[in-house]
């Protein structure tokens, strides 16, 4: 789809698609559409902030890269704070709720990824698709403490914007043709994103199978008392 394309987008509002990135993060961080292009549009706002395809404010690049990291990241932590008070006041009809885009397995992953890793999931959530949108929702609808989540959306939303800005921006300066070969970043980028996803499959998978052989083994073990206890 064009609009999920970084350069379409730059080709058809120029600069003005660092205004648009910031509607797109927030949304994709708060308002249940996790198909929204986050990280790719990061990375690619790097680029283009390197190759001066977006200049808006003056100064030059590391001005325009530091202003570009400032307001996307108050956009994702606002869009977590959204999504937080979304699911605080209505979270429980959502979660039930299993609608074409709203599906209650993606809250039953989010919230098993919130149960595993705490508070770390709102950092470690930023960079898994999917799990970046409902997690805050999750938050919401299990009454996590305000301050603290605040506290930890905050962390997750830096590290987040300021990691892949920042890589765009690296790569951009290191291998200058990179702007002009987008579409090969971006397939990297998606990878990148792609291996979080792919290493908690393995571990539900390896869990789910280590589960399995200890129910199982538990059942033959019961066996033999019950047949005793009939003797």
């Given amino acids: 789809m064009d609009w999920m394309d970084p350069t379409w987008l730059l080709d058809r509002f120029g600069a003005e698609l660092f205004w648009i990135s910031l509607v797109i993060v927030f949304v994709e961080c708060g308002l249940f559409f996790p198909f929204l292009p986050g990280d790719t549009l990061l990375f690619a706002l790097g680029l283009f902030i390197n190759a001066e395809k977006i200049d ?38 959502l ?33 898994v698709p999917f799990v970046r949108t409902f997690v805050t929702v999750v938050a919401g609808v299990t009454r996590m403490e305000r301050r603290r989540f605040f506290l930890w959306s905050a962390v997750g939303a830096v590290l987040w914007v300021g990691s892949i800005l920042l890589l765009g921006y ?4 290191a291998f200058p043709s990179l702007g002009e070969n987008i579409d090969k970043a971006l397939i990297a980028i998606l990878a990148f994103t792609v291996i979080p996803i792919a290493w908690e499959w393995v571990r539900h998978r390896r869990h789910g199978r280590n589960r399995h052989r200890g129910d199982a083994a538990q059942l033959q073990a019961s066996e033999p008392a019950e047949s005793g206890q009939e003797a």
């Fill in 56 to 93: 808006l404010f003056p100064g030059g690049p590391v001005v325009e890269l530091l202003v570009a990291f400032v307001l996307l990241s108050v956009a994702a932590f606002l869009g977590n704070v959204v999504g937080y008070e979304i699911g605080r006041a209505i979270g429980p009809p």
């Fill in 170 to 173: 690296t790569l951009g300066q």
């Fill in 95 to 127: 979660y039930h709720r299993d609608g074409r885009f709203l599906k209650r397995k993606y809250f039953d992953q989010t919230h098993e990824f919130f149960q595993r890793h705490g508070n770390k999931a709102l950092v470690i959530g930023r960079f």
